[in-house]
Protein backbone atom coordinates (compact mmCIF):
# COMPACT_ATOMS: atom_id res chain seq x y z
CA UNK A 1 0.00 0.00 0.00
CA UNK A 2 1.38 3.21 -0.60
CA UNK A 3 1.87 5.32 2.08
CA UNK A 4 0.02 8.14 1.54
CA UNK A 5 -2.81 5.54 1.29
CA UNK A 6 -1.29 4.05 4.74
CA UNK A 7 -1.18 7.39 6.62
CA UNK A 8 -4.71 8.52 6.19
CA UNK A 9 -8.38 7.12 5.99
CA UNK A 10 -11.24 8.83 4.92
CA UNK A 11 -15.00 8.87 6.11
CA UNK A 12 -17.49 10.94 3.62
CA UNK A 13 -13.33 12.74 2.28
CA UNK A 14 -12.97 13.78 6.44
CA UNK A 15 -9.34 13.34 7.52
CA UNK A 16 -8.64 10.69 10.29
CA UNK A 17 -5.69 11.79 12.34
CA UNK A 18 -4.05 9.44 15.06
CA UNK A 19 -2.94 11.78 18.30
CA UNK A 20 0.55 10.72 17.19
CA UNK A 21 2.81 11.95 14.56
CA UNK A 22 0.12 14.64 13.42
CA UNK A 23 2.31 16.66 11.26
CA UNK A 24 3.42 13.29 8.82
CA UNK A 25 -0.26 12.89 8.39
CA UNK A 26 -0.69 16.61 7.22
CA UNK A 27 2.26 16.35 5.26
CA UNK A 28 1.00 13.32 3.36
CA UNK A 29 -1.80 14.84 2.78
CA UNK A 30 -0.67 17.96 0.85
CA UNK A 31 1.54 15.87 -0.55
CA UNK A 32 -1.63 13.72 -2.16
CA UNK A 33 -3.18 16.98 -3.21
CA UNK A 34 -0.07 18.38 -5.11
CA UNK A 35 0.85 14.98 -6.80
CA UNK A 36 -2.75 15.18 -8.05
CA UNK A 37 -2.41 18.83 -9.04
CA UNK A 38 0.33 17.72 -10.92
CA UNK A 39 -1.46 15.10 -12.50
CA UNK A 40 -3.86 18.21 -13.59
CA UNK A 41 -6.84 15.74 -11.23
CA UNK A 42 -8.15 18.62 -10.14
CA UNK A 43 -11.48 17.35 -9.16
CA UNK A 44 -10.00 15.04 -7.32
CA UNK A 45 -7.58 17.52 -5.63
CA UNK A 46 -11.07 19.46 -5.08
CA UNK A 47 -12.72 16.33 -3.04
CA UNK A 48 -10.02 16.95 -0.24
CA UNK A 49 -11.02 19.80 0.74
CA UNK A 50 -14.21 19.12 3.17
CA UNK A 51 -15.12 23.00 3.25
CA UNK A 52 -14.88 26.45 2.19
CA UNK A 53 -12.56 28.46 4.79
CA UNK A 54 -13.54 31.08 6.59
CA UNK A 55 -13.98 33.52 4.67
CA UNK A 56 -16.43 30.91 2.45
CA UNK A 57 -13.96 30.46 -0.77
CA UNK A 58 -13.15 27.43 -1.89
CA UNK A 59 -9.81 27.06 -4.17
CA UNK A 60 -10.61 25.87 -7.04
CA UNK A 61 -8.88 25.13 -10.28
CA UNK A 62 -9.53 28.59 -11.64
CA UNK A 63 -8.96 30.33 -8.38
CA UNK A 64 -5.44 28.03 -8.04
CA UNK A 65 -4.56 28.98 -11.61
CA UNK A 66 -5.32 32.62 -11.24
CA UNK A 67 -3.23 33.00 -8.37
CA UNK A 68 -0.05 31.82 -9.77
CA UNK A 69 -1.12 33.93 -12.91
CA UNK A 70 -1.23 37.22 -10.65
CA UNK A 71 2.56 35.92 -9.10
CA UNK A 72 3.95 35.87 -12.64
CA UNK A 73 2.13 39.43 -13.45
CA UNK A 74 1.31 37.24 -16.64
CA UNK A 75 -2.00 35.38 -18.34
CA UNK A 76 0.79 32.05 -19.43
CA UNK A 77 -0.59 28.94 -18.88
CA UNK A 78 0.07 27.27 -15.13
CA UNK A 79 1.40 23.96 -14.57
CA UNK A 80 1.80 22.42 -11.07
CA UNK A 81 4.52 19.68 -9.75
CA UNK A 82 4.62 17.05 -7.58
CA UNK A 83 8.14 18.65 -5.74
CA UNK A 84 8.34 16.97 -2.10
CA UNK A 85 7.31 19.26 0.25
CA UNK A 86 10.73 19.09 2.03
CA UNK A 87 12.17 20.95 -0.03
CA UNK A 88 9.31 23.72 -0.04
CA UNK A 89 9.63 25.08 3.12
CA UNK A 90 6.91 23.78 5.09
CA UNK A 91 5.69 25.39 8.37
CA UNK A 92 3.87 23.35 10.51
CA UNK A 93 1.65 24.65 13.47
CA UNK A 94 -1.04 23.06 16.29
CA UNK A 95 -3.33 25.84 17.48
CA UNK A 96 -4.21 26.14 21.30
CA UNK A 97 -7.98 25.15 19.99
CA UNK A 98 -6.45 21.76 18.13
CA UNK A 99 -6.47 23.30 14.75
CA UNK A 100 -3.74 22.19 12.74
CA UNK A 101 -1.93 24.14 10.46
CA UNK A 102 0.57 23.22 7.20
CA UNK A 103 1.80 25.91 4.50
CA UNK A 104 4.70 25.10 2.06
CA UNK A 105 5.63 26.95 -1.45
CA UNK A 106 3.77 26.04 -4.05
CA UNK A 107 5.74 24.56 -6.84
CA UNK A 108 4.56 26.02 -10.37
CA UNK A 109 5.85 26.92 -13.80
CA UNK A 110 9.22 24.50 -13.08
CA UNK A 111 10.45 26.53 -9.82
CA UNK A 112 9.58 26.65 -6.14
CA UNK A 113 7.58 30.06 -5.73
CA UNK A 114 6.82 32.13 -2.85
CA UNK A 115 3.42 31.79 -3.11
CA UNK A 116 2.16 29.96 0.43
CA UNK A 117 -0.62 27.49 0.12
CA UNK A 118 -2.14 27.00 3.60
CA UNK A 119 -3.95 24.65 4.82
CA UNK A 120 -6.28 24.20 7.68
CA UNK A 121 -7.36 20.87 9.63
CA UNK A 122 -10.49 21.72 11.41
CA UNK A 123 -10.90 19.45 14.37
CA UNK A 124 -14.66 17.62 14.10
CA UNK A 125 -14.38 15.11 16.81
CA UNK A 126 -13.14 11.63 17.36
CA UNK A 127 -9.99 11.96 15.60
CA UNK A 128 -11.80 13.86 12.27
CA UNK A 129 -10.47 16.67 10.83
CA UNK A 130 -11.96 18.69 7.81
CA UNK A 131 -9.56 20.22 5.34
CA UNK A 132 -9.70 23.29 3.47
CA UNK A 133 -7.04 25.91 2.33
CA UNK A 134 -7.09 29.17 3.74
CA UNK A 135 -5.46 31.27 1.81
CA UNK A 136 -2.48 31.28 -1.45
CA UNK A 137 -0.38 34.54 -1.38
CA UNK A 138 2.83 35.67 -0.96
CA UNK A 139 3.87 35.98 2.71
Same mark, same amino acid.
Given at each position: ?10 ? &? ?8 ? #? ?5 S ?17 ? #? ?6 S ?7 ? #?? #? ?44 ? &? ?14 N ?13
Open positions: MPLSKALYAFE &EFILTIAEQN #KEVYVKYCQNWLRLLSLQKFSEAQ #KLLDCPNYGETWTEA #KL #KFAVQEYYDNTSPVTFHNEDLSRCFPEYLETESGHLIFGFYLPSNS &EITDLTVEFEFIPQGGFYAATINNVHVL
